[in-house]
């Protein structure tokens, strides 16, 4: 599946293999605002079994929960007092996930509500806050690992930020909304990162593997998410364990 977003504030979602798409064109916030205000800045799907996505609009603070089925907005909510700029959702056992970012502020996470379907009306609760980079973020994700979950976040220089917190659910979101969690991993590079992405390989092997890029190389680490620094102390640096340059291809990196 991949998720369209349009300068007109409209989403739609498609089938990758199939070429079709999965739903009609939903409004989103071509409902809610108009001109250049409604233009969609970020969309991050939740795992299939929901059956929606996200979507935050570059001059709207709230982000909206939209239907693929259906087109419809089943939530809307604000992350901040500015528009969100990157997103990414994730799943883990019963539990959905939802990172935001907005500049000059903490990156936030959020629990969603578990059912396959949530209603309308079914806001996601905040449950930490993540330490932002000091320069806007270019990129997150997020990953699921043994009963874990791990986000991801770069900002255009030579290191990518991973966090990690037990993904049991809430057990009392009104401590955490003011705690703010820093790094467990720094991952490092000689060479600037605009984007990265979790992947799947060394998964058996109990790893987590990232895959990174920017203008001048790609880059991949592997770590043991358990191995991380102590909770709010130095994050444990981790080094590549494989690096392409584009000197080396002739060219520059796209993605």
Same mark, same amino acid.
């Given at each position: 599946?991949?998720?369209?977003?349009?300068?007109?504030g409209r989403?739609?979602?498609?089938?990758?293999?199939?070429?079709?798409?999965?739903?009609? %064109?939903?409004a989103?916030?071509?409902?809610?605002t108009?001109?250049a205000?409604?233009?969609?800045?970020?969309?991050?799907?939740?795992?299939?079994r929901?059956?929606?996505?996200?979507?935050?609009?570059?001059?709207?603070?709230?982000?909206?929960?939209?239907?693929?089925?259906d087109?419809a907005?089943?939530?809307s909510?604000?992350a901040?007092?500015?528009?969100? %700029?990157?997103?990414?959702?994730?799943?883990?056992g019963? &539990?959905?996930?939802?990172?935001?970012?907005?500049p000059?502020?903490?990156l936030?996470v959020?629990h =969603?509500?578990?059912?396959?379907a949530?209603?309308?009306?079914?806001?996601?609760?905040q449950?930490?806050? =993540?330490?932002?980079?000091?320069?806007? &973020?270019?990129?997150?994700?997020?990953?699921?690992? &043994?009963?874990?979950?791990?986000?991801?976040c770069?900002?255009g220089?030579?290191?990518?930020d991973?966090?990690?917190?037990?993904? &049991?659910?809430?057990?009392?979101?009104?401590?955490?909304?003011?705690?703010?969690?820093?790094?467990?991993f720094? =991952?490092?590079?000689?060479?600037?990162i605009?984007?990265?992405?979790?992947?799947?390989?060394?998964?058996?092997?109990?790893?987590?593997?990232?895959?990174?890029w920017?203008p001048?190389?790609?880059?991949?680490?592997?770590?043991?998410?358990?191995r991380?620094?102590k909770?709010?102390?130095e994050?444990?640096?981790?080094a590549?364990?494989?690096?392409?340059?584009?000197?080396?291809?002739?060219?520059?990196m796209?993605?």
């Amino acid at each position: 599946r991949f998720a369209l977003g349009c300068a007109s504030g409209r989403v739609q979602v498609w089938d990758s293999r199939s070429g079709e798409p999965l739903g009609p %064109v939903a409004a989103a916030f071509a409902a809610v605002t108009r001109g250049a205000d409604c233009a969609v800045a970020a969309l991050a799907l939740a795992r299939p079994r929901r059956g929606s996505v996200f979507a935050a609009a570059y001059a709207a603070p709230e982000i909206l929960e939209v239907g693929i089925d259906d087109g419809a907005t089943r939530a809307s909510f604000k992350a901040g007092k500015v528009p969100a %700029v990157q997103l990414a959702a994730a799943g883990c056992g019963a &539990s959905d996930w939802l990172l935001s970012t907005c500049p000059g502020s903490a990156l936030k996470v959020w629990h =969603l509500s578990g059912q396959a379907a949530a209603g309308p009306g079914s806001l996601p609760v905040q449950q930490v806050k =993540l330490s932002g980079p000091a320069n806007a &973020s270019t990129c997150v994700d997020l990953q699921c690992k &043994s009963g874990g979950m791990l986000a991801l976040c770069c900002d255009g220089t030579t290191q990518a930020d991973i966090f990690s917190w037990p993904a &049991s659910g809430v057990s009392d979101a009104s401590s955490n909304k003011k705690a703010v969690l820093t790094a467990a991993f720094v =991952l490092s590079s000689h060479e600037p990162i605009d984007s990265a992405r979790f992947a799947d390989a060394k998964a058996a092997e109990g790893h987590a593997c990232v895959v990174g890029w920017g203008p001048s190389a790609a880059v991949c680490w592997s770590f043991k998410s358990s191995r991380a620094g102590k909770a709010n102390g130095e994050p444990r640096t981790i080094a590549a364990s494989f690096v392409v340059l584009a000197a080396d291809m002739g060219a520059r990196m796209l993605s």
